[in-house]
C-alpha cells in the first residue's frame, strides 16, 4: 500500500458544503456561525469555516448551497415504530421515508407499542426489544437513524433483565407508564436500574393515550424521575397548567413538547422553561405514529409554531429539535461541530412566504423549504416532495 492510500484509503468519502448563506449550528448558545463552508470526511464533520480558510480539496462530492441555510438534520425525539417502514396505527407504508423529506434524520422510538400482539411477558418484550433494536441499526429507510428496541416496562422485571438488555445494544426504554408499571416507587426503581446501565428512559406523561392507557400525573413523574418527561404537553390529554409548571419547576429533566399533544399546554411549557432560562431541557418530538397519525413535517411545524406563538427566536427553536435533543439523548448528531455526524438539511423561504428572510418566514409561523437532506455524509433527497417548495435549493456540482 503507498504512503498517499493509507493516507487516504479509497473508500474515504468527502463531502464539501459550499456558499451556504446562514449557517444554523443547533447549538442554543451560538445558534448561528460565521461560516460559509463544511467539510466531511466518512460522513463525519471534519472542518467548518470561511470557504478560503479550509481545505476544500479533493472533494468526492461538493454541493454549492446557493446561499441557502444549513441546519443539522432534524431529530424527532419521540416516535412509535413497529417493523419496517410501516405502521400498524394507521396501516401506512413510507412514514419514516416521509418524514425524511420534512427534514428529520434521526428518530428515538419511545416504544414499539403499536406491534400486533405485543409480548408483555418478560422474556417477550425482550426478545421484541433486541430484535427492534437490530432490524433499524441495519435499516435506514431513505438514510433515517431510527434508534428503536424500547421496552415497555412490565411489572416483574429485576435488575438483570436490564443488565442483560444493554448488554445486548438497547440504549432506551419505552414510555414508562405504556406497560403494566403505573406507580411511581416500581417506576424510580426500575428506571435506576435501566440509568444504572447506560438505558436512558421516558416517562409518558398526561391522560390515556388509547383505551386501555391510563393518566400519568405530576406526582408519579416526579417520583419515577425518568430522563426524559415525555410529552410534557400530553399525548394527546395533558395535564392542568399548575402540574406541567411544576414539572418545569421541580425536575431537572427533559421536557419534550410533542406535535400530537396539546399546542396551548406545549407553549406554557415552552415559556416557562424560557422564564426559568432552561430553554436548554426543551426537546421536540411528534409523538408518531399515533391516533393523529403521521406528520411529515411534524418537526418543522413544531419549529414554527413554537417560534411564531412562544415568540423564540427561529434559530433558537431550530435548536429545540437539532442540539438540544442530541445533548440530551446523548446522540453524536444535531450540532454542525467538528466530530459530529454529517447529517444535514438545507433550508430556505418557501415560495411567496411573507417572510422577509427563512428566520422571519419562521417567526411569522411558515414553514421551511426543504432543498436537500444529507445522512451521514451522502445526499439522500434532493428538493422535498412534503415542504412548500423552498425559493432557492443546492445544486451538486458536477467535477
Ligand atoms: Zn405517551
Given amino acids: 500500500m503507498s504512503h498517499d492510500a493509507a493516507a487516504k484509503p479509497a473508500s474515504s468519502t468527502k463531502l464539501v458544503v459550499r456558499n451556504i448563506g446562514l449557517l444554523l ?5 451560538h445558534p448561528i456561525l460565521d461560516a460559509d463552508a463544511v467539510v466531511a470526511v466518512d460522513g463525519i464533520i471534519h472542518s467548518i469555516g470561511k470557504e ?10 461538493t454541493i454549492d448551497a446557493k446561499g441557502t441555510a444549513l441546519a443539522p438534520g432534524l431529530i424527532d425525539s419521540h416516535v412509535h415504530p413497529v417493523c419496517g417502514d410501516w405502521t400498524p396505527r394507521q396501516n401506512q407504508l413510507g412514514w419514516i421515508d416521509s418524514c425524511l423529506h420534512g427534514g428529520v434524520t434521526t428518530m428515538v422510538s419511545a416504544g414499539e407499542v403499536h406491534t400486533p400482539g405485543r409480548p408483555k411477558d418478560i422474556v417477550g418484550l425482550k426478545a421484541m426489544a433486541i430484535f427492534a433494536q437490530r432490524a433499524f441499526q441495519a435499516f435506514r429507510p431513505g438514510g433515517v437513524k431510527v434508534y428503536a428496541g424500547a421496552p415497555v416496562l412490565e411489572q416483574g422485571m429485576v435488575e438483570d433483565d436490564f443488565k442483560e438488555l444493554a448488554a445486548a445494544g438497547v440504549k432506551f426504554l419505552g414510555e414508562v407508564g ?18 444504572k446501565y447506560g438505558i436512558q428512559s421516558t416517562i409518558h406523561t398526561g391522560g390515556p393515550s388509547i383505551p386501555g392507557s391510563s393518566l400519568i400525573d405530576k406526582d408519579m413523574v416526579l417520583e419515577t424521575d425518568a430522563d426524559v418527561i415525555g410529552h410534557v404537553n400530553g399525548g394527546h390529554t395533558a395535564l392542568p397548567d399548575d402540574q406541567i409548571v411544576a414539572l418545569c419547576e421541580r425536575s431537572p429533566r427533559a421536557l419534550e413538547i410533542v406535535h400530537n399533544g396539546n399546542e396551548r399546554a406545549g407553549l406554557l411549557a415552552l415559556r416557562t422553561a424560557k422564564e426559568l432560562k432552561q430553554l436548554h431541557r426543551v426537546i421536540l418530538g411528534t409523538d408518531s405514529p399515533a391516533g393523529s397519525g403521521v406528520q411529515p413535517l411534524g418537526i418543522l411545524r413544531m419549529i414554527s409554531m413554537l417560534s411564531s406563538l412562544g415568540e423564540i427566536p427561529a434559530e433558537l427553536a431550530i435548536c429545540l429539535a437539532t442540539g438540544n435533543t442530541a445533548k440530551m439523548r446523548s446522540l453524536n448528531c444535531g450540532l454542525i461541530a467538528a466530530g459530529r455526524e454529517a447529517s444535514f438539511v438545507f433550508l430556505d423561504t418557501a415560495q411567496q412566504s411573507a417572510g422577509r428572510n427563512l428566520l422571519d418566514s419562521i417567526q411569522k409561523g411558515d414553514l421551511a423549504g426543504v432543498g436537500m437532506v444529507i445522512t451521514d455524509g451522502a445526499i439522500s433527497i434532493q428538493r422535498s416532495r412534503n415542504t412548500p417548495p423552498a425559493t432557492r435549493v443546492p445544486e451538486v456540482v458536477q467535477p
Fill in 25 to 29: 449550528s443547533g447549538d442554543l448558545d
Fill in 52 to 61: 478560503k480558510e479550509i481545505d476544500i480539496t479533493g472533494a468526492s462530492t
Fill in 178 to 195: 405504556l406497560g403494566s408499571v403505573k406507580d411511581g416507587v416500581t417506576g424510580r426503581r426500575m428506571v435506576a436500574w435501566a440509568r
